[in-house]
């Protein structure tokens, strides 16, 4: 079965840092691009962060951009987020996703699945 | 970047259809993806690039689109199906930063 199991959410002061991590089973983690998806009330769901499958090519959106840092170890089946200099903004729900590709010309059809069941991540002082 | 819309809300009686809708510039040139979450859980993909459907998702979901608005459509809505349903639209050629819907709460009354 494949399984996505995220760790490391909890309650952190405005400037602290988290870092979560996603434990993967059930399938060829070094062939596949991972990403991070957070969902708050008020933005809904948001691509965070994503990396490919040997970790050389890395994504971000603008608003964590220098502050958080996506990783993976494929020996290890996970896939990290490092998040510094937290805002009460990046409060949310955090999940990993596998990304799904299926290549066309000069491009990729993408989608997730499957995902984790998230972890909360809440920045308060 | 650009916005995704949908409608926040749809009810159905159980058994009817339940129409669900998704509109956005982009899908006129990139394809659409269905999501459900319901309460306290994580997303499920249910529909990927306009109709196609998962294995393991029932028949009753299905996909179309036409220009800029694409159409999640489920027949004999059953108690199960009520959940948050949230449309993507995904970029082919680099970030792989696609942009959500804010999502339709399906309820069956």
């Known amino acids: 079965e494949v399984q996505l199991v995220e760790s490391g959410g909890g309650l952190v002061q405005p400037g602290g840092s988290l870092r979560l991590s996603c434990a993967a089973s059930?399938?060829?983690?070094?062939?596949?691009?991972m990403t991070w998806v957070r969902q708050t009330p008020g933005k809904g769901l948001e691509c965070v962060a994503n990396?490919?499958?040997?970790?050389?090519?890395?994504n971000y959106v603008d608003s964590v951009k220098g502050r958080f840092s996506i990783s993976r170890d494929n020996a290890k089946n996970s896939l990290y987020l490092q998040m510094n200099s937290l805002r009460a903004e990046d409060t949310a729900v955090y999940y990993c996703?596998?990304?799904?590709?299926?290549?066309?010309?000069?491009?990729?059809?993408?989608?997730?699945?499957?995902w984790g069941q998230g972890t909360q991540v809440t920045v308060s002082s | 970047s650009y916005e995704v819309t949908q409608p926040p809300s749809v009810s159905v009686s159980p058994g009817q259809t339940a129409r669900i809708t998704c509109s956005a510039d982009?899908?006129?040139?990139?394809?659409a993806y269905w999501y459900q979450q319901r309460p306290g859980q994580a997303p499920v993909l249910v529909i990927f690039?306009?109709?196609e459907r998962p294995s393991g998702i029932p028949e009753r979901f299905s996909g179309s689109g036409s220009g800029t608005t694409v159409t999640l459509t489920i027949n004999g809505v059953q108690a199960e199906d009520e959940a948050d349903y949230y449309c993507?639209?995904?970029?082919?050629?680099?970030?792989?930063?696609?942009?959500f819907g804010g999502g339709t709460k399906l309820t069956v009354l």
């Open positions: 690039k306009d109709t």
């Open positions: 982009a899908l006129a040139k990139q394809y």
């Open positions: 996703a596998r990304v799904e590709t299926e290549s066309y010309g000069s491009g990729s059809y993408w989608w997730l699945d499957p």
């Open positions: 993507q639209s995904a970029d082919t050629i680099g970030s792989y930063q696609g942009v």
């Open positions: 059930g399938f060829p983690f070094s062939s596949y691009r």
């Open positions: 990396i490919n499958q040997d970790g050389g090519e890395k």
